[in-house]
Nanobody, 115 residues
Framework: VQLVESGGALVQPGGSLMLSCVGS????????LSWYRQAPGKDREIVAT????????IYKDTVKGRFTISRDNSKNTMYLQMNDLKFEDAGVYFCYVLYDYKNYYGQGTEVTVSS
């Protein structure tokens, strides 16, 4: 199983970014996927989850209305559209899948929010 994130960058408060995660080594369309993030000195926290067919979506309260999780199973890719970014959104963002009873995370992509 391999998960590869991309799209992290330095952005000003109020700005937007789209993160991508490409999965391989498993039947991508059969699995629920999530985005996690970890800020410096803090625990990793879940940000959003999407069901295998892309219909069911769950968000952390503080990102509701600003972030949108989506997926394109034909491309084995999951996305996180982040709008109106705030200082507290900064951190390393990871995609995640539970496969064969094991937790898999990508290497992460860094989002920096700074004026």
């Amino acid at each position: 199983v391999q998960l590869v994130e991309s799209g992290g960058a330095l952005v000003q408060p109020g700005g937007s970014l789209m993160l991508s995660c490409v999965g391989s080594g498993f039947r991508f369309s059969d699995y629920r996927l999530s985005w996690y993030r970890q800020a410096p000195g803090k625990d990793r926290e879940i940000v959003a989850t999407i069901g295998d067919n892309g219909i069911s979506k769950i968000y952390k309260d503080t990102v509701k209305g600003r972030f949108t999780i989506s997926r394109d199973n034909s491309k084995n890719t999951m996305y996180l559209q982040m709008n109106d970014l705030k200082f507290e959104d900064a951190g390393v963002y990871f995609c995640y899948v539970l496969y064969d009873y094991k937790n898999y995370y990508g290497q992460g992509t860094e989002v920096t929010v700074s004026s």
